[in-house]
């Protein structure tokens, strides 16, 4: 699965570089997350619940922070294990740029599932990947702009 995009988040560069390394920021706008731990300023640890079609799944999985080059980019790198349902793993690059109105936040994510998931077929798997990314990207721009 490849799915790229970007949101104009309304907050400068540095703050929005902050919120993307907070922990408690990423708990509070990834949706169905139940638990987020940082390890160390480059390690979290995840624990999310999703549905995807008709099989919902708890996702426990690990999360690293390569390539830092703050507060422009980074790459994250992470895998989840969701038991029966399947694993997920990949990668998503992403950049901050200063633009009118706040940051542009760029996002290249290339990743791969497997298991029980899989077999739903990549449409509803890229699909439900979209949604989650809008969600979080709505509730991460409320968050950080104050709303």
């Known amino acids: 699965m490849e799915m790229n995009g970007s949101h104009l988040i ?5 703050t929005v570089w902050e919120a993307l390394n907070d922990a408690d920021v990423l708990r509070a706008c990834i949706p169905g997350c139940k638990e987020l731990e940082q390890a160390s300023p ?3 640890s995840a624990t999310v619940v999703t549905k995807i ?27 989840g ?8 793993k990949g990668g998503a690059d992403v950049k901050l740029t200063e633009a009118e109105g706040g940051t542009q936040l760029d996002y290249d994510v290339k990743a791969k599932v497997g298991g029980k998931i899989a077999q739903l077929g990549s449409r509803l798997i890229d699909s439900t990947a979209k949604k989650l990314a809008e969600q979080f990207f709505t509730n991460f721009s409320d968050h950080v702009g104050g709303k």
């Open 42 to 44: 480059t390690e979290l």
């Open 10 to 14: 309304p907050a400068s560069r540095q």
């Open 53 to 79: 079609g008709p099989v919902k799944a708890t996702f426990k999985g690990e999360v690293t922070l390569e390539n830092l080059n703050p507060p422009e980019s980074y790459t994250i790198t992470g895998e």
């Open 81 to 88: 294990k969701g038991g029966i349902a399947g694993f997920a």
